[in-house]
């Protein structure tokens, strides 16, 4: 298992910045990929960034590429999400999930486990 708990959603300005956290536990973290979601209430829950288990390989959605970051740190069993120059339509509920050892996806469902998320709210 690895069970995930996400921090370091609050208010934030437009055009400000936020850096999450994600801690998990187990010790098969470092071969997992893990992702980054959000929600927003009556959407699905949107891909945002994935890393690899070495954080040599990220990927990102479009929304959100060249403003926000992915990062891992795997002898801290954490995963980091750097978000810069947000903008009101971030506004969302942010998970982490982590994908089965081996598994490459930005699909939410192929995820296997997931945190409780921590809510990022950008006024305009």
């Known amino acids: 298992q690895v069970p995930l708990v996400e921090s370091g959603g609050r208010l934030v300005q437009a055009g400000g910045s936020l850096r999450l956290s994600c801690a998990a536990s187990g010790r098969f973290f470092s071969t997992c990929y893990m992702g980054w979601f959000r929600q927003v209430p009556g959407k699905e829950r949107e891909f945002v960034a994935r890393?690899?288990?070495?954080?040599?390989?990220?990927r990102y959605a479009d929304s959100v590429k060249g403003r926000f970051t992915i990062s891992r740190d795997n002898a801290k069993n954490t995963v980091y999400l750097q978000m810069d120059s947000l903008k009101p339509e971030d506004t969302a509920v942010y998970y982490c999930?982590?994908?089965?050892?081996?598994?490459?996806?930005?699909?939410?469902?192929?995820?296997?486990?997931w945190g409780q998320g921590t809510q990022v709210t950008v006024s305009s």
């Open positions: 890393i690899s288990g070495s954080g040599g390989s990220t």
């Open positions: 999930a982590a994908a089965p050892p081996g598994r490459v996806t930005m699909i939410a469902h192929e995820y296997d486990y």
